[in-house]
């Protein structure tokens, strides 16, 4: 049997032919059927391209039902589907095709500059409508019920990283690490055959393509397909739902409307969060106005999901639960042992979600899988006795003041507790007398903080070397598409704070 993840789902799609896949904003609907013989339309246009099996198909647009469906033909034809972020600009892009080589690029619009450039790529478009000269051509084919037989340990995607580190490297996630995590989440969240997602997430991230809709499309669910993320939208829609996936920003914007009541969520089975760090004041405001505890999971591009809090059981505030089933979760130090229970150091994960490594950079896959398979996070965690994971903060986001190690997760969960702080990130920066120097941002909910007021308010909660040495009024923090504040940005911004 082919480990092809569409073998899978095109059975799930044939069974649930008729019902309704995709709920769109202005009432219409797509059933499994019609998403599907349009995914056999673009898997046979790209044949007709000369796409081979293991080529890559670079795809920079907009969400819509056209898009997912040409995911789900790039599966079909046995190609790598290479996920953009719609925002890159286009000397990002050239990177990305430069490394990837695909054999198409799909973009919202042509470019004259990237075709001179790139000239073994295929150029076609696909638009929010689903038009364009790739919808164009695939009109013109029939259908293909042909599924290219593929190994499980063959590569479905390469999902490229954010690159704040350094260029984007490119995670490599075979069928398998889709489809064992799928079924894996599908049990940890208890799926039911009358959920309905309300899936208002980006298509180009693990959160929105694999994590989000691989749970409807493996269990033939529908899925109410927003655009992105509009609040008012997502209340309108929000009576048709069960489950919701969002990020934090999703959560607190939602809190911030005064119709989001108990009553309004009352029908609601599950809310889902991850991709940032939620805050336990965010944790429990939602509790206090809705009587549901959101569900906060641990993931990344490289290992899809890791970690989930309990479907059934106490779900902790600022933790992200228990490993998943078949996964291994452990606490390293800088010399890469094994931690005892409770102690902060490195998490390093194992198991059928984690990537294989980073497409052509095999030095820096060698740097972060260790020989026994264990991938190296980034992540700073602990682990308590019963085996649940609080994430403390990136590694590269640790601040050394002094000679002491400071967490900036801790600081920030007293910040964001204070009256008069929305939000907090803090960060280190350099400083002649203590090396770095621990500087609070803050988003003040009146008046602007200052570092005076913050050190009264912090005298009897943190150590004086975890307190602040600046204090920065901020009217929003710097985020990425997924949510998360960008701590790199606000280092390079106030890099030479303690300079003048």
């Known amino acids: 049997m082919s480990g092809n993840l569409f073998t899978q789902l095109a059975a799930v799609a044939t069974r649930s032919a008729e019902n309704v896949c995709l709920l769109l904003p202005d009432g219409s609907e797509i059933s499994f059927a019609a998403l599907y013989e349009q995914a056999g339309r673009f898997a046979g246009a790209l044949k007709t391209l000369g796409v081979a099996p293991g080529d890559r198909v670079v795809v920079q647009v907009d969400k819509s039902p056209a898009n997912l469906a040409l995911y789900l033909g790039t599966l079909q034809s046995g190609a790598v589907y290479v996920p953009l972020n719609s925002a890159y600009t286009l000397e990002e892009v050239a990177y990305f095709l430069g490394d990837a080589e695909p054999r198409v690029f799909v973009g919202a619009q042509r470019s004259d500059d990237l075709e001179a450039r790139f000239t073994d790529v295929h150029f076609h478009t696909l638009d929010a409508a689903g038009g364009g000269s790739l919808a164009s051509l695939a009109a013109d084919v029939a259908p293909s019920d042909d599924v290219v037989a593929r190994a499980g340990s063959d590569l479905a995607a390469i999902v490229y990283t954010s690159g704040t580190t350094g260029r984007s490297k490119g995670a490599m996630l ?98 889902i969060s991850g991709s940032a760090p939620l805050t336990p004041q965010t944790f429990d405001a939602f509790e206090a106005r809705t009587g549901q505890r959101i569900l906060e999971r641990y993931g990344m591009s490289e290992t899809i999901i890791n970690s989930t809090n309990p479907l059934i059981g106490e779900r902790v505030a600022g933790t992200v639960g228990f490993p998943l089933p078949g996964v291994e979760m452990r606490v390293t130090g800088d010399d890469g042992a094994e931690l005892s229970r409770g102690e902060i150091g490195m998490l390093e994960v194992r198991g059928p979600n984690v990537f294989s490594g980073y497409w052509r950079m095999p030095e820096k896959t060698a740097e972060e899988i260790r020989e026994d398979g264990y991938f190296i996070t980034g992540d700073l965690g602990t682990q308590d006795a019963d085996g649940r994971i609080s994430i403390v903060g990136r590694g590269k986001d640790l601040v050394i003041s002094g000679g002491y190690n400071v967490y900036p997760k801790e600081v920030e969960g007293v910040l964001d507790a204070l009256d008069g702080i929305d939000e907090s990130a803090v960060i280190g920066v350099p400083h002649a007398d203590f090396g770095e120097a621990v500087v609070a941002v803050v988003v003040p909910s009146g008046e602007d903080v200052s570092l005076e007021a913050l050190r009264v308010a912090l005298d009897d909660r943190l150590a004086r070397f975890k307190q602040p040495k600046a204090v920065i009024n901020l009217k929003e923090l710097p985020r990425n598409t997924m949510g998360k504040v960008q701590k790199n940005v606000l280092r390079d911004t106030y890099v030479a704070l303690f300079q003048r």
Request: aromatic content about 12%; overall charge negative.
């Open 174 to 271: 075979s069928h398998d690490n889709l489809a064992s995590n799928a079924a894996s989440l599908i049990d940890a969240w208890g799926w039911q055959a009358d959920d309905v997602l309300l899936h208002a997430l980006p298509i180009f991230h693990v959160h929105g393509l694999f994590i989000a809709m691989h749970c409807a499309l493996t269990q033939g669910t529908p899925m109410i397909f927003l655009p992105k993320f509009e609040v008012r939208e997502v209340l309108r829609w929000l009576p048709r739902a069960t489950v919701l996936m969002g990020v934090p920003t999703f959560y607190t914007r939602l809190l911030a409307e005064a119709d989001f009541t108990a009553q309004a969520a009352a029908h609601m089975r599950l809310f």
